[in-house]
């Protein structure tokens, strides 16, 4: 799979999930995500899938630290309902790493390695999402504000060339770049910037 070269740039999450461990799917559990990970279970990179990325980097560094953070062993809170705007998207990305799932999830072996009822939507949460760790209790919310990324300007104007019905492989191949500088914007150039993840409360 070939993708935009800024991927590589984009921080990583490593996980220990002991049921990984216990499996004898992972070497001691320990699971690395890339943001490739990401794009590939949405099928596209946006801001939205870059901003539930991030969010969840910051999130579980606050939650763990310098240590490892356990998959499965993190509840994740949407504040929107699962049918409302991107709501989806950001809990796929975030379940996707911390192994939390709704009620279609893994339902344990033995009374452990649950996943089912880890997930849930409609959280009355002030930020976009809420993480808590199920052994300690410690929470976090933290909410992603793309809108102080500046879009690059001819991006409009591109994205309705590239939708036109008559539109050719170059229209589709500038919008497509255009969009993706947009979102190395993001992940990139403000992976560390206070202002685009915030910490709410």
């Given at each position: 799979?070939?993708s935009?070269?800024?991927?590589d740039?984009?921080?990583?999450?490593?996980?220990?999930?002991?049921?990984?461990?216990?499996?004898?799917?992972?070497?001691?559990?320990?699971?690395?995500?890339e943001?490739?990970?990401?794009?590939?279970?949405?099928?596209h990179?946006?801001?939205?899938?870059?901003?539930?990325w991030?969010?969840?980097?910051?999130?579980?560094?606050?939650?763990y630290?310098?240590?490892?953070?356990?998959r499965g062993?993190?509840?994740?809170?949407v504040?929107?309902?699962?049918d409302?705007?991107?709501?989806?998207?950001i809990?796929?990305?975030?379940?996707?790493v911390?192994g939390a799932?709704?009620?279609g999830?893994?339902?344990?072996?033995?009374?452990?390695?649950?996943?089912?009822?880890?997930?849930?939507?409609?959280?009355?949460?002030?930020?976009?999402?809420?993480?808590?760790?199920?052994?300690?209790?410690a929470?976090?919310?933290?909410?992603?504000h793309?809108?102080?990324?500046?879009?690059?300007?001819?991006?409009?104007?591109?994205?309705a060339?590239?939708?036109?019905?008559?539109?050719?492989?170059?229209?589709?191949?500038?919008?497509?770049?255009?969009?993706?500088?947009?979102?190395r914007?993001?992940?990139?150039?403000?992976?560390?910037?206070p202002?685009?993840?915030?910490?709410?409360?």
């Amino acid at each position: 799979m070939q993708s935009p070269a800024f991927f590589d740039a984009i921080p990583h999450i490593v996980m220990r999930d002991p049921l990984a461990d216990t499996l004898g799917a992972a070497a001691d559990g320990v699971i690395e995500y890339e943001y490739l990970d990401a794009v590939k279970l949405a099928g596209h990179s946006c801001p939205t899938v870059a901003g539930a990325w991030l969010m969840t980097v910051k999130a579980l560094r606050r939650l763990y630290g310098d240590g490892l953070p356990h998959r499965g062993a993190v509840r994740v809170e949407v504040r929107q309902r699962q049918d409302e705007g991107v709501a989806g998207v950001i809990g796929n990305v975030a379940g996707l790493v911390t192994g939390a799932a709704g009620d279609g999830g893994f339902k344990g072996l033995a009374g452990r390695f649950g996943r089912r009822g880890l997930l849930s939507y409609g959280a009355a949460i002030e930020g976009d999402l809420r993480f808590t760790r199920t052994d300690t209790g410690a929470s976090v919310e933290v909410a992603c504000h793309q809108e102080i990324v500046e879009r690059p300007m001819e991006l409009k104007a591109l994205m309705a060339s590239a939708l036109a019905p008559d539109a050719g492989p170059d229209a589709h191949l500038a919008f497509g770049a255009a969009w993706q500088e947009w979102v190395r914007r993001i992940v990139v150039d403000h992976a560390d910037d206070p202002a685009l993840v915030t910490v709410v409360g």
